[in-house]
């Protein structure tokens, strides 16, 4: 079994910051990717962003130049901070990872989603 745990998320003023954090634990081979996707209500799940295995990273144009994806991998462990933060950002926030598991399949596996609200 594979688990990945969210944390950080919350209520900020516009032009705030805020630093999401999901860990993954369980049987763990390796971690192919991880990143952040989110969901405001009404809308579909969006790409936020991703980081590959060798530090690759996109995101989505929306987030570009205030959101940046950065991992521990002794924790297994990636973040997501995010600057400058703007109204239409609230959303859901939700962990994405690949996992190679001991028994050698990779499988996806989601966070719980965390909540963050951008409001004055």
């Known amino acids: 079994q594979v688990q990945l745990v969210e944390s950080g998320g919350g209520s900020v003023q516009p032009g705030g910051s805020l630093r999401l954090s999901c860990a993954a634990s369980g049987s763990i081979s390796s971690i192919r990717f991880m990143g952040w996707y989110r969901q405001a209500p009404g809308k579909q799940r969006e790409l936020v962003g991703t980081m590959g295995s060798f530090g690759d990273t996109n995101y989505a144009d929306s987030v570009k130049g205030r959101f940046t994806i950065s991992r521990d991998n002794a924790k297994n462990t990636v973040f997501l901070q995010m600057n400058n933060l703007k109204p239409e950002d609230t959303a859901v926030y939700y962990c994405?990872?690949?996992?190679?598991?001991?028994?050698?399949?990779?499988?996806?596996?989601w966070g719980q989603g965390t909540q963050v609200t951008v409001s004055s």
């Open positions: 994405n990872a690949r996992i190679r598991t001991v028994s050698a399949i990779d499988n996806d596996y």
